[in-house]
């Protein structure tokens, strides 16, 4: 694991006023949830996205350093970031204090890898699960799980059940829930329907002529 650090204050106010006169002075709030309560935290945006780099949506575990705590070195995790829409800047975030000898279930993103035979035939690639729920100790969480595509046809679905899960790590979520597949083509669907519509149409007979001016002769009759 990387020796990463992060050093906090505790925030003297709490609630939105409390937040909004953190972010006037050109930090963030923050809370981290600990073993046995919270604490509100005052935290610098800058050093917060340099910690993170180019791992920001990975899980990195980092030691939480709480101005005026004697025992500050806290292992934490990132439990949420909220972002502005706009800018795409940190306004708030949230940790979660962790035991390194205690299991934690956690959402470790997946990746897929490989080329699918039925995207080369045509087909579109869904990826219907983005992150996978497991349990394991700090110091095995990966960062990330790889979904194998090389050889998913058109039509085809891979499960949870089918990935390969590191050693060490247990599944949270359900075996049976899907991840990715490979879809038909829209183009061959379109036709699929027109040949279906075509079929149909070809057995109907027209409206009998003959028939119509029967009808339209006994109207007359009667109207007479």
Same mark, same amino acid.
Do not use: W
């Given at each position: 694991?990387?020796?990463?650090?992060?050093?906090?204050?505790?925030?003297?106010?709490?609630?939105? #006023?409390?937040?909004?006169?953190?972010?006037?002075?050109?930090?963030?709030?923050? &809370?981290?949830?600990?073993?046995?309560?919270?604490?509100?935290?005052?935290?610098?945006?800058?050093?917060?996205?340099?910690?993170?780099?180019?791992?920001?949506?990975?899980?990195? *575990?980092?030691?939480?350093?709480?101005?005026?705590?004697?025992?500050?070195?806290?292992? @934490?995790?990132?439990?949420?970031?909220?972002?502005?829409?706009?800018?795409?800047?940190? &306004?708030?975030?949230?940790?979660?204090?962790?035991?390194?000898?205690?299991?934690?279930?956690?959402?470790?993103?997946?990746?897929? #890898?490989?080329? #699918?035979?039925?995207?080369?035939?045509?087909?579109?690639?869904?990826?219907?699960?983005?992150?996978?729920? @497991?349990?394991?100790?700090?110091?095995? *969480?990966?960062?990330? *799980?790889?979904?194998?595509?090389?050889?998913?046809? *058109?039509?085809? &679905?891979?499960? @949870?059940?089918?990935?390969?899960?590191?050693?060490?790590?247990?599944?949270?979520?359900?075996?049976?829930?899907?991840?990715?597949?490979?879809?038909?083509? &829209?183009?061959?669907?379109?036709?699929?329907?027109? %040949?279906?519509?075509?079929?149909?149409?070809?057995?109907?007979?027209?409206?009998?002529?003959?028939?119509?001016? %029967?009808?339209?002769?006994?109207?007359?009759?009667?109207? %007479?």
């Amino acid at each position: 694991m990387e020796n990463l650090s992060l050093s906090v204050n505790k925030r003297a106010l709490k609630g939105k #006023s409390g937040a909004r006169a953190v972010r006037k002075a050109g930090n963030i709030p923050g &809370v981290v949830y600990g073993i046995k309560d919270s604490t509100p935290l005052t935290i610098s945006p800058k050093e917060l996205e340099a910690l993170l780099g180019t791992r920001a949506g990975a899980n990195v *575990i980092f030691q939480l350093n709480v101005e005026g705590e004697a025992a500050s070195d806290r292992p @934490v995790i990132v439990k949420e970031l909220q972002r502005d829409p706009m800018k795409d800047t940190i &306004v708030h975030a949230d940790f979660l204090e962790i035991r390194m000898d205690e299991k934690i279930e956690i959402a470790v993103p997946l990746s897929l #890898s490989g080329e #699918s035979p039925g995207e080369k035939m045509g087909g579109t690639v869904s990826q219907l699960l983005r992150e996978l729920e @497991v349990s394991c100790l700090p110091n095995a *969480i990966p960062e990330q *799980i790889e979904v194998d595509v090389s050889e998913v046809e *058109i039509g085809d &679905v891979i499960h @949870v059940r089918d990935l390969l899960i590191p050693e060490g790590v247990e599944l949270v979520a359900d075996p049976d829930d899907p991840v990715m597949t490979v879809m038909v083509p &829209v183009e061959e669907e379109e036709e699929e329907v027109e %040949d279906e519509f075509d079929v149909e149409g070809e057995g109907e007979d027209a409206p009998d002529a003959e028939a119509s001016d %029967d009808e339209g002769d006994k109207a007359a009759e009667s109207s %007479d």
